[in-house]
């Protein structure tokens, strides 16, 4: 099992360009999304230019071994006995929110000249409070995710993308469920489910309950459950209130709120904001969730195969944000004939260091109606900046400027 790993390049090249630089690199994402085992292949990188294994410390605070280290001051004492003194020490540790008072170890360590620092967290604890304030600029993070359709084609490569992006979704993006596609065992599914819902009790105990005092188990699942059944629904707290209640789940807006940000920190749900494109300017209200993984959703949700159209556009959601993107849901106000205040909607407002890129998300754009109300959409922004049609047709397709293309194709470039 040891010697299953997926090489994710791009986050090594990444670390790279940060490498020996005045900054703490902060390695950010979901439970085993990989976070680990690319600091691992990172410090093999290190070792082939020369750096001696006594100059790397990997330290797995999740790890029973290392428990007495969740003690700051050991951590710290145990760092600097462990160092080479007169080298540079490249120093890895792993889910370092385990640690009380982390911020005190990490201040220190990083005015250590000799002393490259990383850290790994699966909550945005990482990027909050005083401590961070107090070091802002001088931390870089390096935000991962599960494996993207690209990656996962690296490792199961076909000439089939439609069936590539059924195993896909139906097998989960978390690197290490694909160990058990390869297996091909009778109880595949059985192991991933397993598998999977390690991961999500594991989010759900240590990263949104133990951060927030929460200790309803059970009113947590039934919400994920309800998010997940409607993921990239616009769907206000108050609305999501209301509903949840004729489940029998009374809670206030401002306490699901709470719980909504608990999801969020723990990197298993992302908000989408809404952003008014001729305004230029982001909306505090009708913003949209989308789930880290959809084989998490299939755990969730007993309706697996239905609703295609929203888990495409969260396959969309999480590639843009793999690419840098920052991602909004678009609106546009306009007036018709027939009334002053309509409103369209694009998909994915994405911005990019170069401008905006406009996307709409389609299953098929078969039928006219449909290709007609997604252009009309796009047609009603006034700038030059690019608008794109993702669809799961083959063939691209330009509508005076606006671009169709397959999305899988897209999605594996």
């Known amino acids: 099992m040891k010697d299953f790993i997926i090489k994710r390049p791009q986050y090594i090249k990444e670390l790279f360009s940060f490498k020996d630089t005045d900054l703490i690199k ?8 990989g976070k ?17 294994p006594e100059q790397i410390q990997i ?23 462990h160092s080479v003194k007169g080298k540079k020490n490249y120093v890895f540790l792993d889910e370092i929110q385990n640690v009380e008072h982390f911020e005190k170890a990490v201040r220190s360590l990083y005015e250590k000249k000799n002393i490259d620092l990383y850290l790994t967290g699966s909550n945005s604890k990482l990027q909050s409070g005083e401590w961070a304030t107090s070091l802002t600029g001088r931390y870089i993070e390096i935000k991962m995710y599960p494996l993207s359709f690209k990656e996962f084609l690296s490792i199961a490569p076909t000439d089939n993308l439609d069936k590539a992006y059924a195993d896909y979704l139906a097998y989960s993006s978390f690197p290490y469920a694909q160990y058990f596609v390869r297996l091909n065992t009778p109880d595949l599914k059985k192991q991933i489910d ?15 309950m133990s951060k927030k005092n929460i200790t309803n188990a059970g009113r947590i699942k039934r919400i ?28 206030q807006p401002g306490v699901l709120d709470d719980y909504l940000d608990a999801f969020k920190n723990a990197y298993i749900w992302y908000q989408a904001d809404r952003y008014d494109v001729r305004g230029r300017k982001v909306l505090k209200t009708q913003n949209k969730h989308y ?22 556009e969260n396959v969309v959601y999480l590639e843009l944000l793999r690419r840098g993107c920052k991602v909004y849901v678009g609106k546009i106000d306009y007036k018709t004939k027939e009334r002053n205040g309509a409103t369209a909607e694009i998909d994915f407002v994405a911005e990019t260091p170069d401008g905006l890129e406009y996307y709409q998300v389609c299953d098929t754009m078969n039928d006219p109606k449909t290709l007609e109300r997604e252009l009309a959409s796009l047609k009603l ?21 606006i671009k169709q293309q397959n999305v899988l194709e897209w999605l594996a470039k």
């Open 59 to 81: 330290i797995k605070l999740e790890e029973d071994e290392n428990s007495d280290l969740w003690d700051y001051h050991k951590l710290h004492k145990h760092v600097m006995d």
């Open 291 to 312: 789930l880290v993984d959809m084989g998490i959703r299939n755990m969730l949700v007993s309706n697996k195969i239905g609703d295609t159209g929203h888990i495409l």
């Open 36 to 52: 680990s085992t690319v600091y691992e292949l990172y410090a093999e990188e290190l070792k082939k230019q020369g750096i001696s």
């Open 26 to 33: 902060i390695l950010t994402g979901v439970r085993r999304c």
């Open 381 to 401: 922004i006034k700038d030059n900046y690019p608008k794109f049609i993702l669809t799961r047709d083959y063939g691209t397709k330009d509508y005076e400027g």
């Open 224 to 251: 994920m459950k309800f998010m997940a059944g409607n993921i990239g629904s616009e769907i206000s707290v108050k609305k999501m209130s209301d509903m949840l209640k004729n489940d029998g789940i009374i809670l």
């Open 194 to 208: 397993t598998y999977l819902n390690g991961i999500y009790d594991t989010v759900v105990l240590y990263d949104v």
